[in-house]
């Protein structure tokens, strides 16, 4: 079992910055990929939305389109944290945001996420 808590959410203004962390525990493995997923308001029981995933090196991210440039995500292997730095936040980004690791791809490239934490609500205010 890996154990993941996030950090760092909060109410912001429009065009603010956020700096979103996660700690894991428990069986963490850092060979595996993690990353960040969102919950907007109104959309719970839908798949959550994916916002950025990191290899386990560093080396590799990949971002969702609609934040590609404005957010950056990033790992610390030595103490078991991963990060998201969220810059010109828009109203459109209010979600709860969700740590994952253990993420692998199946045959058909979609996503598979072994842990995930509980959450953390990002407000931006308009």
């Known amino acids: 079992q890996v154990r993941l808590v996030e950090s760092g959410g909060g109410l912001v203004q429009a065009g603010g910055s956020l700096r979103l962390s996660c700690a894991a525990s428990g069986d963490y493995d850092r060979s595996y990929t993690m990353g960040w997923f969102r919950q907007a308001p109104g959309k719970e029981g839908k798949e959550r939305e994916f916002v950025a995933a990191i290899d386990w090196s560093g080396a590799a991210t990949n971002y969702a389109a609609s934040v590609e440039g404005r957010f950056t995500i990033s790992r610390d292997n030595a103490l078991k944290k991963l990060y998201l730095q969220m810059s010109n936040l828009q109203p459109e980004d209010t979600a709860v945001y969700f740590c994952?690791?253990?993420?692998?791809?199946?045959?058909?490239?979609?996503?598979?996420?072994?842990?995930w934490g509980q959450g953390t609500q990002v407000t931006v205010s308009s």
């Open positions: 994952a690791s253990n993420i692998e791809r199946n045959d058909w490239g979609e996503r598979l996420v072994g842990y």
